[in-house]
């Protein structure tokens, strides 16, 4: 996927060239037995991190890949057969591409150089024969329709239109960006005129559906009704991603203004349409990307954001020493160095108080609506292989060298997907748990992959639902081929809710004194192999800001302070002459600037 924390990780998150994707089968991978997949229920109470009250069920968001229909056969029919599609409240159809020229969303048919050397991997690069001009035989459409010569569009577009008629309550999300394809954001972003030209093009063409007439295919309207929305996938603001990426000091802010540029037009074309039109943000999970977004202020704009909280390590440290790519918590052994600017080190609690509460010694205000945020879940593994037991059973331990990479993961070394991995990571003998971090991992003695099971699942979505988070997104759905016991895992505990939540963190006036870890998840120092975790008890919490405010100018409500936590929903405040009670926790969010998709409500003049 993207390159969520670590600045040298293969990404995930970028198009195939045409030759790798020529170069595969189409076969599907049939997996092993789903002991390690179905059970398991995390044991400690999860931190609650973020002060607010704590939730059950979220929404479901799934990514589903351009190019997954070619060498890896994945089709929306497949998420149709599988039942997958009627369980999501969300799909994300990835990726849509900035025209270097115009800066502009565009349509292309170019493949993307597969060469992370190359500065311009993705200028002009696109695939609209996949979108909207590949012909579908009755096997592999969605309603065992084949397609015909003359209709107006093809490809998966129209595979979209399908799966939507089919489950009515299901949305898509079109992604703009990726690895691959961010390199002009910044230009993009840089000016009022340039946002407004980038944001108009992608409505027009992936909204209004005129999509250029390219092989018989296209036209004005054509793509009509097709996707609800955009999820902007910036990789990233303030500079890191693929070789060659431009980047500016502005971009912070102008990440903003460009969200808000797409809210507002999208509020404008959902008022013509008599629709409400979705805008999502995919975004880094290390401290190091998240001090580049104002987190305080995009919250307003966005229906969701998805915090990249995986590929925190991986095969790019190619001697390791070995390490989660997803953990919940920091292993107090964890031998990463911290982050430059401060001690912190990569981890799912951490990227998600840095949203929320912030994070002082990078200098990240918090302030993002907890409700609104959810957790990645990767359907793909990062390993090592060369790599000696230890006390841990290869954690934390050197490599010779990053895994092996397989065929329909494009050969990478050191990432396989689920599909590839069948005998070792539903296997129980190579299953180790890593209690402190609430991590997952497998090893066989010499090779260690780190990824996703039934019971790091479970920790996780009892993470978000005992810190008030929205819910979970999955990336991809092709990693895991026509097995779904990952994916159910996945929905089922984001439908649930946790066993059981310590209380919110205590308060305190300074909004900068955010939750913090006084104790380790477990006291082991090493992890312990099972089959299903073991009772160990809870972190206790330490303070967290409150709300504290002045009186104001108004009778009947104090003025709003922005150092004040507002972590009931209702509380009433005045400012600037208006009375407004907050939706969720918030903090530091300016009610007159918090809009129709904002924390604070406007009741009118006082």
Same mark, same amino acid.
């Given at each position: 996927m993207l390159r969520s924390v670590s600045p040298q990780s293969p990404s995930r998150r970028r198009p195939k060239s045409w030759a790798a994707l020529a170069a595969g089968t189409a076969a599907s991978l049939l997996l092993g037995g789903t002991l390690a997949l179905t059970g398991g229920t995390a044991q400690a109470a999860p931190t609650n991190?973020?002060?607010?009250?704590?939730?059950?069920?979220?929404? $479901?968001?799934?990514?589903f890949d351009q190019w997954s229909i070619y060498s890896n056969a994945y089709y929306l029919k497949t998420m149709q057969d599988t039942g997958a599609a009627g369980k999501l409240d969300y799909i994300i159809y990835d990726f849509a591409n900035i025209n270097p020229t115009t800066l502009s969303c565009f349509e292309a048919n170019k493949a993307a150089s597969q060469n992370e050397d190359d500065p311009n991997a993705g200028d002009g690069a696109g695939d609209s024969f996949a979108d909207y001009q590949k012909s579908f035989g009755a096997d592999i459409s969605v309603d065992g329709v084949a397609d015909t010569w003359n209709q107006p569009i093809v490809g998966n577009f129209n595979q979209i239109k399908k799966l939507k008629a089919k489950n009515p309550n299901l949305k898509v999300l079109l992604s703009i960006g990726g690895w691959t394809y961010s390199k002009y954001f910044s230009d993009a972003a840089a000016t009022d005129a340039s946002r407004k030209k980038l944001v108009s093009s992608c409505i027009d063409m992936f909204i209004k559906g005129n999509l250029p007439s390219e092989g018989g295919y296209g036209g004005p309207g054509t793509g009509a009704g097709v996707f609800d929305g955009f999820d902007l996938d910036w990789e990233y603001p303030g500079g890191g991603g693929h070789t060659g990426n431009h980047a500016a000091p502005a971009d912070k802010q102008n990440f903003t203004s460009l969200l808000a540029e797409f809210r507002s037009q999208l509020n404008t074309q959902g008022a013509a349409d008599g629709k409400t039109y979705g805008l999502a943000a995919a975004v880094g999970a290390g401290q190091d990307k998240i001090k580049?977004?104002?987190?305080? $202020?995009?919250?307003?704009?966005?229906?969701?954001?998805?915090?990249?909280?995986?590929?925190?390590?991986?095969?790019? =440290?190619a001697q390791g020493p070995t390490n989660h790519q997803a953990p919940i918590y920091t292993n107090p052994n964890d031998p990463m160095t911290p982050v430059p600017g401060g001690n912190g080190k990569y981890s799912v609690d951490a990227a998600v108080k840095a949203y929320t509460v912030g994070d002082p010694q990078y200098g990240i205000p918090g302030?993002?609506?907890? $409700?609104?945020?959810?957790?990645?879940?990767?359907?793909?593994?990062?390993?090592?292989?060369?790599?000696?037991a230890g006390t841990t059973h290869g954690l934390f331990q050197k490599a010779s060298a990053p895994a092996p990479g397989g065929t329909y993961s494009g050969g990478v070394a050191g990432i396989k997907m689920y599909k590839e991995l069948t005998g070792f990571v539903d296997n129980p003998a190579y299953t180790y748990w890593d209690d402190t971090a609430k991590a997952a991992y497998f090893y066989d003695g010499t090779t260690f992959w780190s990824g996703e099971n039934a019971q790091s699942v479970q920790a996780k979505l009892d993470y978000a639902h005992c810190n008030g988070l929205g819910g979970s997104f999955m990336f991809s759905m092709y990693d895991l081929g026509t097995q779904t016991a990952l994916f159910d895992k996945t929905?089922?505990?984001?439908?649930?809710?946790?066993?059981?939540?310590?209380a919110g963190p205590t308060q305190s006036a300074s909004p900068s004194a955010s939750a913090s870890q006084s104790a380790s998840p477990s006291a082991s120092a090493s992890p312990s192999k099972s089959a299903s975790p073991s009772a160990s008890a809870s972190p206790s919490q330490s303070a967290s800001p409150s709300a504290s405010a002045s009186t104001g100018t108004c009778s009947g409500a104090p003025s709003w302070s922005a150092s004040a936590v507002y972590a009931t929903a209702g509380t009433k405040v005045s400012w600037k002459g208006h009375y407004y009670t907050n939706k969720w926790w918030t903090?530091? =969010?300016?009610?007159?600037?918090?809009?129709?998709?904002?924390?604070?409500?406007?009741?009118?003049?006082?």
């Open positions: 991190s973020t002060g607010a009250p704590a939730t059950s069920g979220g929404i $479901k968001v799934a990514y580049n977004v104002e987190t305080d $202020k995009i919250g307003q704009y966005l229906t969701f954001l998805d915090i990249m909280t995986y590929d925190m390590h991986g095969g790019w =440290e302030g993002f609506p907890a $409700k609104k945020i959810n957790v990645g879940v990767p359907f793909y593994y990062r390993g090592w292989t060369g790599v000696s929905v089922s505990a984001t439908n649930g809710s946790a066993a059981s939540c310590p903090t530091n =969010e300016d009610p007159s600037l918090s809009g129709q998709w904002g924390a604070w409500a406007d009741n009118g003049a006082c």
